[in-house]
C-alpha cells in the first residue's frame, strides 16, 4: 500500500503517468492512474491544504492579531475550537462529494471509453478551477458563521474575524487551484492530446498575478491588518505586536511562497518539454510531440509546436517520396533551386540494364510471383548503383536506367559507371539465378532537365549516350558477363580498365558506323 501510495505520489509530481501502454479514447497513450485513485489522492491534498489552513486562522485569531478585549475570553476560544471542529468535518464531507462530482464529470468521457470533444477538454480544464470556488465557497460561508458568532460578544470582533478567515480562505484556495490541476494533468494530457478548444480559464499572466496576491499579497494584506488594529486598540504591548509582525512575516515568508512554487512549475514543466522535444528535433526525430495539458499561452504555444511538427513531418514525407521517385540529386536540385522546364547539355554516364525473357516469366508464374522477384532484382540494382554514385532514373517494366553526372557532376565518372556495370553483372547472377540481364554501358554528352508540362514532368536524360546504352544491352545478352561497354571509356579510367578486355567493333542499331566495345574479363 505504501509503495503504491509512493508511486501515485510521483507521478503526480512529476506530472507523467505510469509508463504501461494502454489505447485510450483512441489515442495510444500511457496508461493513467486509477481515477478513484487520483480523486482519493485529490482529496486528501485538498483536505491538508485546508487543515492547515483552519490551523492557520486559529493561531493568528488567537495569539497573533491583536483582538479586542472581552469578558470570558477563554471560554469563546474554546467554543470557537468546537464550532471550528464541526465546521471542518462538514465542510470535508461537502468538498469531498463535490470534488469527487466535479472530476466525475470532468472524466466522463474516459469512462465511456471515447475520444474526448471540446466540451469535454473544457470540462478536464475547468475542473481546478471549480475545485478552487468550490474551496473558496465554503471559506465564506465559514467566514460569514464564524463573524455572526463572534459578533454576538463584540462586532469588531466578529469583522476582524470574517477578514481573517476570508483572506486564509482565498490563499488556501489559490493553492487548491494549483494542486488540482497539477493533479488532474495528465487526462488534461490525454484530452487535449486530439486537439485544443479555444482558450479556456485566466491567462498565465493573470494566473502568476493571482498566485502571487492570493499567496504574498494576503500576507502582507494581513500584516496591514495587524498594523490598524494595533492602532485602535489602544492595550496593545509592543511584545504582541513585534510577535504579530514576526508570525505574519515569517508565515509570508513560508506559506506565501507555495503559490508561487507550484504556479512557477505549471510554468516552467511545458517550457522543459518544449524544449526537450527541440532537441529530439535538431537530432532528426521529427515523432517528438510535446504533451498538452494547458489552456493558456503555453498549452497554444505547445499546440503550435505539435502543428508545425506535423507539417514537417509531412514535408519530409513527402521529401523522402519525391527522392525514391526521382533519386536524391534530383529532389536537392529542385528543393534549391525550384522546377524549370527544359534542360541543359552535360556529360553523363549512362547503364541500362534489361531482364531477358520477361515476357514468358510474365506468362510462367503468378503475378504476386513475378512482381516478388523483380522486386529483389532491382533492389540489387539499386544497391550497387547507389554504392557508386549513380541514381536511378527511371524504371521500365522489365528494365532500369542509372545515370551518373547529372543533375550533379560527379569525379571520375567513368570508372564509377564501369565499376559498377562489372559489379552488377555479378551480383545479379549470384543474388537473382532465375533471371539473366543484359547491361549495356556508355558515356558522352546528353541533354539533362524537365520534360513534360507544367502539371506532369519528369528528370530525364536524352541523347546518344542513353540510345548506345539501350543498343548495348541487347548485345550483351550474347557474352558471357551480360556486360558490355563502349570501350572509350576505358582510356578516361585506367584503373578500372585492366578488369575489361576488347571484343570486336560491331555496329549497332541505328548507326552506319562501328562502335568499339569491351566486356569484363572472365575470373
Not at 54 to 83: K, T, W, Y
Not at 385 to 413: Q, S, T
Not at 422 to 433: F, I, S, T, Y
Request: aromatic fraction near 6%; glycine fraction near 10%; hydrophobic fraction near 50%.
Amino acid at each position: 500500500m505504501l509503495r503504491r501510495y509512493r508511486s501515485a505520489v510521483t507521478q503526480w509530481l512529476s506530472g507523467r503517468p505510469s509508463a504501461r501502454s494502454t489505447v485510450a479514447a483512441g489515442l495510444r497513450m500511457p496508461r493513467l492512474p486509477s481515477l478513484w485513485w487520483v480523486r482519493g489522492l485529490l482529496a486528501v491534498l485538498l483536505i491538508l491544504v485546508n487543515l492547515s489552513g483552519s490551523v492557520i486562522v486559529f493561531c493568528l485569531a488567537a495569539l497573533v492579531v491583536p483582538m479586542p478585549a472581552i469578558a470570558h475570553q477563554d471560554g469563546l476560544r474554546v467554543e470557537n475550537l468546537v464550532l471550528a471542529g464541526v465546521y471542518v468535518l462538514v465542510a470535508i464531507v461537502i468538498g469531498v462529494v463535490r470534488g469527487a462530482m466535479i472530476t466525475s464529470s470532468a472524466t466522463g468521457w474516459l469512462r465511456a471509453d471515447r475520444a474526448p470533444v471540446d466540451a469535454d477538454r473544457r470540462a478536464v480544464l475547468r475542473a481546478p478551477g471549480r475545485l478552487a470556488v468550490m474551496q473558496a465557497a465554503l471559506w465564506c460561508v465559514g467566514a460569514a458563521g464564524f463573524g455572526a458568532f463572534n459578533a454576538r460578544v463584540s462586532v469588531r470582533l466578529g469583522l476582524l474575524v470574517v477578514v481573517i478567515v476570508l483572506l486564509a480562505g482565498l490563499a488556501n484556495s489559490a493553492v487548491a487551484y494549483l494542486v488540482a490541476e497539477r493533479a488532474l494533468r495528465p487526462y488534461a494530457r490525454l484530452a487535449l492530446a486530439s486537439g485544443v478548444p479555444p482558450r479556456v480559464g485566466i491567462r498565465w499572466g493573470v494566473r502568476t498575478l493571482l498566485s502571487w496576491a492570493l499567496g504574498s499579497g494576503i500576507i502582507s494584506l494581513g500584516i496591514c491588518l495587524a498594523g490598524l488594529t494595533s492602532l485602535t486598540i489602544r492595550d496593545v504591548t509592543t511584545t504582541r505586536l513585534a510577535l504579530t509582525m514576526v508570525v505574519l512575516g515569517g508565515t509570508g515568508f513560508l506559506a506565501g511562497g507555495l503559490p508561487i512554487l507550484l504556479a512557477t512549475k505549471a510554468g516552467s514543466d511545458p517550457v522543459r518539454s518544449l524544449r526537450a522535444a527541440i532537441t529530439q528535433v535538431n537530432d532528426g526525430n521529427f515523432d517528438a510531440d510535446v504533451p498538452i495539458y494547458d489552456a493558456t499561452e503555453l498549452g497554444v504555444l505547445q499546440a503550435g509546436f505539435n502543428d508545425m511538427l506535423r507539417g514537417l513531418r509531412e514535408r519530409e514525407t513527402i521529401r523522402d517520396l519525391f527522392g525514391r521517385h526521382v533519386g536524391d540529386d534530383v529532389a536537392r536540385s529542385a528543393l534549391a533551386s525550384g522546377v524549370q522546364l527544359g534542360g541543359e547539355v552535360r556529360r553523363v554516364g549512362v547503364l541500362f540494364v534489361d531482364i531477358v525473357g520477361s515476357t514468358s516469366l510474365a506468362g510462367n508464374r503468378p503475378p504476386d510471383e513475378v512482381v516478388a522477384l523483380l522486386n529483389r532484382f532491382f533492389d540489387v540494382v539499386i544497391e550497387v548503383v547507389h554504392r557508386n554514385g549513380g541514381w536511378i532514373n527511371k524504371f521500365e517494366g522489365d528494365a532500369a536506367l542509372a545515370v551518373w553526372g547529372a543533375p550533379v557532376p560527379i569525379e571520375d565518372m567513368e570508372t564509377a559507371v564501369l565499376r559498377t556495370a562489372r559489379e552488377l553483372g555479378v551480383r545479379l547472377q549470384e543474388a537473382v539465378p532465375e533471371l539473366r540481364a543484359g547491361i549495356g554501358v556508355s558515356a558522352g554528352d546528353a541533354v539533362a532537365g524537365n520534360v513534360g508540362a507544367a502539371r506532369r514532368y519528369e528528370y530525364t536524360v536524352i541523347g546518344d549516350p542513353v540510345n548506345e546504352a539501350a543498343r548495348l544491352t541487347d548485345l550483351a545478352k550474347d557474352v558471357p558477363a551480360m556486360v558490355l561497354a563502349n570501350a572509350t571509356m576505358l582510356e578516361a579510367a585506367p584503373d578500372e580498365a585492366a578488369h575489361w578486355e576488347g571484343l570486336a567493333p560491331v555496329v549497332v542499331r541505328g548507326r552506319s558506323t562501328a562502335t568499339e566495345i569491351a566486356t569484363p574479363r572472365a575470373g
